[in-house]
């Protein structure tokens, strides 16, 4: 394996500007940059392998970071994931994942556990704002509580909410079912508003009876009881809104399962998107989040602090509508 006198030997400079360039200090070391590419081929060419415990003790970073959501088989928490593990890659830090089950007491472990390793910093889709009170560098994704100091980068929950909910009702649609997560939660609540000022703004009154929070450790048990009382009864339901995409794919499959008659009579709209979502019936109109966007600037923010020691800019995307 090629050591770092061999890269400087190759390279035409010297070992102490190699060890600056591939700790990724060129920049700040005044290093041009020719010479970092310079450097940084040849470390590849030879198949350099850094001595990732003398680079941490030497840099006083574990060239660590945390990846902290509700659960990870999620599709959106997935594909965050990934994405967060290729950026953060790319600055050489490597990421650790866990899942909190939306449990607070578990997050709280996690997050204890992370500090005790050492890591340099988290990215978390938080249970409560209670996690994001931590001595290490933290940003927050997906959920914003309205007392939190941490940084964070969200989407624009109630406006994409509004705007699924009517296109419900511009389908022709006058009674809006309504199915979502416990609405303790920040991004929940400002969905559930969008779909109360959708139907205020189309003098459409809110029904509570047809507003039905599902159990996160009971998804598919609690759906199936949520349609069937949105279906049930002299008036039911010809649309629903679901509040993520998991809880729609619920709602797909419960319909064709015990409501065929159904299939093609209801019309379903889903905060987040699934590629199923192209072939499924009842049709799902879908809001997709921009998950590489998120994901890119989370590690961004979360590097800016662990390595100048400063907050960045927060960021709110816009989602993209898609009708089906």
Same mark, same amino acid.
């Given at each position: 394996?090629?050591?770092?006198?061999? %890269?400087?030997? $190759?390279?035409?400079?010297?070992?102490?500007?190699?060890?600056?360039?591939?700790?990724? +200090?060129?920049?700040?070391?005044?290093?041009?940059?020719?010479? $970092? +590419?310079?450097?940084?081929?040849?470390?590849?060419?030879?198949?350099? $392998?850094?001595?990732?415990?003398?680079?941490?003790?030497?840099?006083? +970073?574990?060239?660590?970071?945390?990846? *902290? @959501?509700?659960?990870i088989s999620n599709p959106f928490?997935?594909?965050? #994931?990934?994405?967060?593990?290729?950026?953060?890659?790319?600055?050489?830090?490597?990421?650790?994942? !866990?899942?909190?089950?939306?449990?607070?007491?578990?997050?709280?472990?996690?997050?204890?556990?992370?500090?005790?390793?050492?890591?340099?910093?988290?990215?978390?889709?938080?249970?409560?704002?209670?996690?994001?009170?931590?001595? %290490?560098p933290l940003v927050s994704f997906?959920? *914003?509580?309205?007392?939190?100091?941490?940084?964070?980068?969200?989407?624009?929950n109630k406006e994409t909410a509004?705007?699924?909910?009517?296109?419900?009702?511009?389908?022709?649609?006058?009674?809006?079912?309504?199915?979502?997560?416990?609405?303790?939660?920040?991004?929940?609540?400002?969905?559930? /508003?969008?779909?109360?000022? #959708?139907?205020?703004?189309?003098?459409?009154?809110?029904?509570? /009876?047809?507003?039905?929070?599902?159990?996160? =450790?009971?998804?598919?048990?609690?759906?199936?009881? !949520?349609? /069937? #009382?949105?279906?049930?009864?002299?008036?039911? @339901?010809?649309?629903? &809104?679901?509040?993520?995409?998991? &809880? !729609?794919? /619920?709602?797909?499959?419960?319909?064709?399962?015990?409501?065929?008659?159904?299939?093609?009579? &209801?019309?379903? #709209?889903?905060?987040?998107?699934?590629?199923?979502?192209?072939?499924?019936?009842?049709?799902?109109?879908?809001? &997709? $989040?921009?998950?590489?966007?998120?994901?890119?600037?989370?590690?961004?923010?979360?590097?800016?602090?662990?390595?100048? =020691?400063?907050?960045?800019?927060?960021?709110?995307?816009?989602?993209?509508?898609?009708?089906?």
């Amino acid at each position: 394996m090629a050591s770092l006198k061999t %890269i400087a030997e $190759q390279s035409g400079v010297s070992k102490t500007t190699v060890s600056f360039v591939l700790n990724g +200090r060129g920049d700040e070391k005044n290093i041009s940059t020719e010479t $970092q +590419r310079r450097i940084q081929d040849t470390a590849k060419r030879l198949n350099y $392998q850094p001595n990732q415990l003398a680079r941490s003790l030497s840099m006083g +970073r574990s060239y660590t970071i945390g990846f *902290v @959501v509700p659960d990870i088989s999620n599709p959106f928490f997935g594909k965050i #994931a990934r994405l967060v593990e290729q950026y953060a890659n790319e600055k050489a830090y490597s990421v650790m994942i !866990a899942s909190t089950d939306e449990e607070p007491s578990r997050e709280k472990k996690i997050l204890e556990s992370f500090q005790n390793r050492q890591i340099d910093g988290v990215i978390i889709a938080p249970t409560s704002s209670q996690s994001l009170h931590t001595p %290490i560098p933290l940003v927050s994704f997906d959920r *914003v509580f309205a007392d939190q100091v941490a940084p964070y980068v969200d989407v624009n929950n109630k406006e994409t909410a509004t705007l699924l909910t009517q296109q419900l009702i511009d389908a022709g649609n006058k009674r809006i079912g309504l199915v979502s997560l416990t609405s303790h939660l920040p991004n929940i609540n400002q969905r559930i /508003e969008g779909y109360k000022q #959708a139907l205020s703004a189309n003098a459409m009154v809110l029904d509570q /009876e047809l507003v039905k929070e599902i159990d996160f =450790k009971n998804k598919k048990a609690d759906v199936k009881v !949520a349609i /069937e #009382a949105l279906l049930g009864g002299s008036s039911p @339901v010809t649309a629903v &809104l679901f509040l993520n995409n998991v &809880l !729609a794919a /619920e709602g797909v499959w419960v319909v064709n399962r015990y409501f065929p008659e159904s299939v093609n009579k &209801l019309k379903f #709209a889903s905060f987040d998107n699934l590629d199923v979502f192209d072939y499924a019936l009842p049709k799902v109109t879908s809001a &997709l $989040q921009p998950s590489k966007s998120i994901a890119k600037r989370c590690v961004e923010v979360l590097l800016q602090q662990i390595e100048d =020691k400063s907050n960045a800019e927060d960021r709110c995307f816009s989602t993209k509508i898609i009708e089906r």
